[in-house]
């Protein structure tokens, strides 16, 4: 996970002084600065995970060159096997998007339905034992 990293940190390094150059020399136009800003924090967010990762859990046998394929062999990680938390998440995305348009009321509504979601996506699982050995 250190090389994936590294390449999303310095995509998020170019974005980062795409940006700035672009708001100097575009003088009127925020879209786009404020677009590259967010693609800088985008790419910013995926090189913090996978700097994470990598230090959580070292190295992986696909980046070792001595590795061999039974390496690799077991179980990856632990995928639910079933969750109402998406389907909430997805109703709050889209009462909030829908209250952009009708008002903030509708788009408070929506982000607190939203954030249920997400709370109850990130922690449904949070008791549970790893089962790595500690």
């Keep these: 996970m250190r090389t994936e990293a590294l390449l999303f940190g310095v995509v998020a390094l170019f974005f980062a002084g795409t940006a700035v150059l672009y708001g100097i ?6 879209a786009g600065t404020a677009a590259l800003i967010v693609s800088c924090l985008m790419a910013s967010v995926i090189s913090f995970f996978c700097a994470m990762n990598h230090r959580r ?4 046998p696909q980046d070792r060159s001595d590795a061999e394929v039974a390496d690799g062999a ?12 998406p389907i909430l ?5 889209a009462v909030a998007a829908t209250g952009v348009v009708y008002g903030l009321w509708l788009f408070l509504i929506g982000v607190g339905v ?14 549970r034992d790893s089962g790595r050995p500690g």
Excluded: C, I, K, N
């Design 74 to 85: 077991g179980p990856l990680e632990f995928f639910p096997p079933e969750s109402r938390w």
């Design 89 to 93: 998440t997805a109703a709050g995305f």
């Design 114 to 127: 939203l954030g249920a979601g997400v709370f109850g996506m990130v922690f449904q699982y949070a008791d």
């Design 25 to 30: 020399w575009s003088h009127a136009d925020p």
């Design 57 to 60: 859990r070292g190295r992986r």
